[in-house]
């Protein structure tokens, strides 16, 4: 095989998109580092140059967060707030400090071990929630570091145009340093779920995951290289047909971007009329602002458990009522806030401080021997009543501000429903006691995210005043595939799967029999290939991250309600994943969506 051959690589799509351009590779460059053993005098004024790079780290963040929060998606401002309460953690001043003192040695050199202990730690460790812990600590450090040492390191806010950045990993601050000079990333390692992947699609920079770069050097010569981050393919040497395909799409996805953007305040209705809603997924009061500008019709999903992450602990009644209270004064009485219970444990694993009294309860949440299959979710808050209880005490207080409803995380049976109502109707009761003021009614929702809610849709729509799919976690039960931290799975988790459609099917039928509203929400909610085979099969409600709000409207205004309707019947005809993938591509392929 001629090295200048056209070569295709098949990697894991973690950001949408098309680039085009040049493989440049990036590297860290701290090989050069000297290690010196330190005067004992000369120790304090040492430990004061480490200060000093601390504070000139946390103005970097600063900086880069306050950027973000004038013209940036909320993902990127929550992971930079993370970093910032890394750079005044312990480990980072008192810690280092100490190592410096005990050590005798430069600070450049404590910063080098602590980030070499984490490397070594990141390998030994599987569970995909604290890799991106350990990602975000050597993140930090290198960022100190900089500035202990300045090095002669590339920035990818100065890359040549249309740079396709190869490197075998990717940490947050380079990604949120990166402009659009950058054409996309490829990298070994990292997943759907790290902050440089949440960043990259924030920014919109297409990203292929598990790509061996060291295949990049072996060619001779390379003139281009194509990053389709849609299906995770990259095309080293691309013939001249496959370039000019590629070229025509990326000029559509960006005319189509502008035109989305163009067109995020105008309603969500198909070509013939039928109206669809459209809500946003959010973890905080402060990505509101950012939802409604993208023309969001009210909040379909408060990820409460992000409540966790700045305080290493619960959140007290007074605290989320300040937080609920907030979000409902925002949106206002019209558009609805659906608040779902604190859904920990799974993929939401959480670190609590030794001195927290809930410490002594919970210790680290989600690590049990398999905890996408333990106690999660309202298991856990059905086990730990006082929080519970707490978090609906707090959302009845907050509920006179707004249209307030509550969601039910991982419901496996109606009981789960039944507890949840019945502690509410007692705290409700205790509220007036008090001489509290309460809503007269919050309606209250079922996730249906597993299969036995599935199975019991019509029970829980007869019962429930709403329902919420939840594809991710229903796709990744229902089909039996890690869908985040197993490479050997990962190609079984497709949302576009006969059995998943089906079960929707029967969901649809039984929330439209009972008359309940029905909300759609996950990542498959926002996928341009099945935005119409959802319409088609009944779903008139979606809830998606606020960015990708224009994209449903414009996919949703391309279609006749007609039309997406024969499109789920003759989707249903198919027994076999694969073959139903190939349908939808060539069917939507047409419209350039």
Request: aromatic share 6%; with cysteine; proline share 5%.
């Amino acid at each position: 095989m001629e090295k200048t051959e056209e070569i295709v690589l098949r990697g894991l799509p973690v950001s949408r998109g098309i680039g085009i351009g040049q493989p440049l590779f990036f590297a860290l460059g701290e090989e050069d580092i000297p290690e010196v053993h330190l005067d004992p005098l000369a120790i304090e004024a040492e430990i004061e140059r480490y200060r000093l790079a601390l504070r000139m780290s946390r103005e970097d963040v600063e900086k880069l967060q306050q950027l973000s929060l004038n013209d940036g998606p909320p993902e990127i401002v929550n992971i930079l707030g993370t970093h910032l309460e890394m750079l005044q953690d312990p480990l980072m001043t008192s810690g280092m400090e100490e190592k410096i003192r005990k050590s005798g040695k430069n600070p450049e050199a404590i910063v080098l071990d602590v980030i070499s202990e984490y490397k070594k730690r990141f390998r030994s460790i599987k569970d995909g929630y604290f890799q991106e812990r350990i990602r975000d600590i050597i993140d930090v450090s290198r960022r100190v570091l900089g500035h202990l040492f300045p090095m002669k390191r590339m920035r990818l806010a100065s890359v040549p145009p249309n740079s396709i950045v190869l490197a075998h990993d990717l940490v947050p601050s380079d990604t949120v340093e990166a402009t659009m000079q950058v054409g996309a990333f490829v990298t070994a390692s990292g997943g759907i779920t790290s902050h440089a992947a949440i960043i990259a699609r924030a920014k919109g920079i297409p990203y292929v995951a598990h790509i061996d770069i060291k295949l990049f050097k072996r060619f001779d010569q390379i003139h281009a290289v194509i990053v389709d981050g849609s299906q995770g393919i990259v095309i080293v040497n691309p013939e001249e047909e496959t370039l000019k395909k590629y070229q025509v799409l990326k000029k559509g996805q960006l005319q189509n971007f502008r035109l989305m953007q163009n067109a995020a305040h105008l309603k969500g209705e198909t070509i013939d009329g039928y109206r669809v809603r459209i809500f946003a997924n959010l973890e905080g009061s402060e990505q509101i602002g950012f939802a409604l500008r993208h023309g969001s019709a009210g909040i379909g999903l408060v990820r409460t458990e992000y409540l966790l992450f700045p305080r290493k602990r619960f959140p007290t009644e007074d605290e989320q009522v300040a937080i609920y209270k907030k979000m409902a004064l925002r949106l206002g009485p019209q558009r609805p806030l659906v608040i779902r219970l604190f859904d920990v444990g799974g993929d939401k694993k959480f670190e609590f401080d030794p001195g927290s009294i809930d410490f002594n309860y919970f210790g680290a949440i989600g690590h049990e021997p398999n905890p996408a299959l333990g106690c999660r979710a309202i298991r856990f808050l059905m086990r730990f009543s006082h929080l519970l209880d707490t978090q609906l005490r707090a959302i009845l207080r907050a509920s006179i501000h707004g249209d307030i409803h509550i969601l039910i995380p991982m419901v496996s049976d109606i009981y789960e429903l039944r507890h949840v109502r019945s502690r509410l109707a007692k705290l409700s009761r205790d509220l007036r006691r008090e001489g509290v003021k309460v809503a007269r009614k919050i309606r209250v929702g079922c996730m249906i995210e597993v299969p036995s809610s599935a199975l019991l849709c019509d029970e829980l729509a007869k019962a429930a005043d709403f329902l919420s799919v939840g594809t991710n976690d229903l796709v990744q039960y229902v089909l039996a595939a890690d869908r985040w931290n197993n490479d050997l799975t990962s190609h079984f988790y497709t949302p576009a799967h006969p059995s998943i459609l089906r079960l929707l099917r029967m969901i649809i039928a039984s929330a439209n029999r009972f008359k309940k509203p029905l909300l759609l929400c996950g990542e498959s909610a926002s996928d341009p290939l099945l935005i119409p085979l959802l319409l088609g099969l009944g779903i008139r409600d979606f809830s998606v991250a606020a960015r990708a709000i224009p994209l449903v409207k414009h996919v949703i205004r391309k279609w006749r309600i007609l039309d997406a309707c024969q499109l789920a019947e003759q989707a249903l005809e198919y027994s076999c994943a694969e073959d139903l993938k190939r349908f939808l591509q060539e069917r939507i392929a047409s419209l350039d969506l």
